[in-house]
């Protein structure tokens, strides 16, 4: 609408010249001259000379509501800097001007203006799922069609936003079950398996459509089947595997169970992070037993010992799991403050306690290869700083050390900005 009182002068200008029936519509020319007072019938002239200012009016009050709604949105389109698809991020600016934007529409309550606003969005920001999962979310909302819905689910998941962030692809497959689609809703899980096999999620979103649509053993089915499947990496098997532990106790009430599903598969993964994060939680959260409450810390302590010495995880896992163990020794067990002592010692003094602590997760007592290998499967393994180094701001040879490392992993150098940042 940029310049339109210029179109409108315009328009204006020219309908002064061409007849009525121009640009009125019959029935609306017939409203007006059903209006004209009487004294300008049998008039020609008055008639038209009516007629044409009772259009003017008729036109000028668009005018008016053009100007009031476009003054109202011309604050978000002047922030508009790139309306069409590029690759390259928005600035924050940008995005933050689109969500204001929706919200301003939202609130006007025009579904037509709306809707027509989100495809606007979606040009410029397509690869954001974030937009994406809000369309979905308005068009439920508002009582839009299904074949909307679900042809925004379609271009999102197929053909915009990238395959490496499925959320949007998650969340179709459930909405495709919601709505009486099973066999849809399984086929955009397995499509996405088949693409990204090591995706922990997808697993266990088909294991719990199949719970629910087949049964408590059909899930279990799932999970034995994709860990039998040989495609999978002892991470994500780790973690399906504390999956089918946790679906045993949660949905059949199984804790012994599931407690053998712990204990019969830890030893195959000691370098799973999500696995040992889980057992750990497991038994933290079974219910006391009154009755032989050194049970439930004989389970517990059994596991953190795991953890610490047998388990091959990064030393801030290892530290977030003692913490989480030290606050149970204060909260539900007597006389064990001397072991809290020790650990917050050992957890939180100098760093070089930590280090040691690393040292153990290879028996050649090679602490590089130890954080390759930690980086590549469960992220970060931390930075040893040199004080000295940070007083001086000299840390650009540790930097250094970490890019090469990381390099050598990734196959590419990242960007120094990026390391420094992180």
């Known amino acids: 609408m940029h310049q339109y009182a210029r179109y409108f002068e315009a328009y204006t200008n020219i309908c002064r010249s061409r007849p009525l029936n121009e640009f009125l519509e019959e029935d609306l020319l017939a409203s007006f001259r059903a209006e004209l007072p009487q004294e300008v019938f049998g008039n020609p002239a008055a008639e038209e000379r009516a007629l044409r200012e009772r259009a003017h009016l008729y036109h000028m009050e668009i005018y008016q509501r053009t100007q009031t709604e476009t ?41 037509d203006r709306t809707r027509f606003l989100y495809e606007r969005c979606l040009v410029a920001c397509a690869l954001y799922d974030e937009f994406w999962f809000r369309y979905v979310r308005w068009l439920e909302g508002v009582g839009g069609h299904d074949e909307d819905t679900r042809y925004a689910f ?107 599903i712990f204990e019969q598969h830890g030893h195959q993964y000691l370098d799973s992070k999500y696995f040992w994060i889980n057992y750990l939680k497991f038994e933290l959260d079974q219910p006391l037993d009154l009755d032989n409450p050194d049970v439930n810390h004989q389970h517990i302590s059994a596991v953190f010992k795991m953890i610490t010495t047998t388990a091959r995880l990064p030393p801030l896992t290892v530290r977030d799991l003692t913490e989480e163990y030290m606050q149970y020794l204060l909260e539900r067990q007597k006389g064990m403050v001397g072991e809290y002592i020790a650990l917050d ?41 040199d004080e000295e180094a940070l007083k001086t701001n000299k840390l650009d040879g540790v930097f250094d050390k970490y890019k090469t490392e990381q390099g050598e992993i990734n196959g590419q150098v990242n960007n120094p900005s990026a390391i420094k940042a992180e």
């Open 154 to 260: 379609h271009r999102a998941s197929t053909i915009f936003v990238p395959i490496v962030r499925p959320a949007i692809r998650y969340h179709y497959s459930l909405w495709e079950e919601s709505k009486g689609h099973p066999a849809v809703a399984r086929a955009i899980l397995k499509s996405l398996a088949i693409k990204m096999p090591q995706l922990t999620a997808t697993y266990v979103y088909l294991a719990h459509l199949d719970r629910r649509t087949k049964g408590i053993e059909a899930g279990i089915e799932t999970i034995k089947d994709a860990l039998a499947s040989g495609k999978l990496d002892v991470y994500t098997s780790g973690a399906l595997v504390a999956e089918w532990a946790r679906m045993v106790w949660k949905v059949k009430g199984d804790a012994d169970d599931a407690r053998s």
């Open 71 to 111: 003054t109202k949105r011309w604050p978000y389109e002047s922030e508009i800097k790139r309306p069409y698809f590029h690759v390259k991020e928005l600035d924050g600016q940008q995005l933050t001007n689109w969500r204001k934007y929706l919200e301003f529409e939202e609130a006007e309550g025009n579904f």
């Open 345 to 385: 010692r050992e957890n939180n003094g100098p760093f070089i306690v930590a280090t040691q602590r690393k040292r153990r997760l290879v028996e050649d007592g090679n602490v590089d290869s130890v954080n390759k290998r930690i980086r590549l499967s469960n992220g970060h393994p931390g930075i040893e700083v």
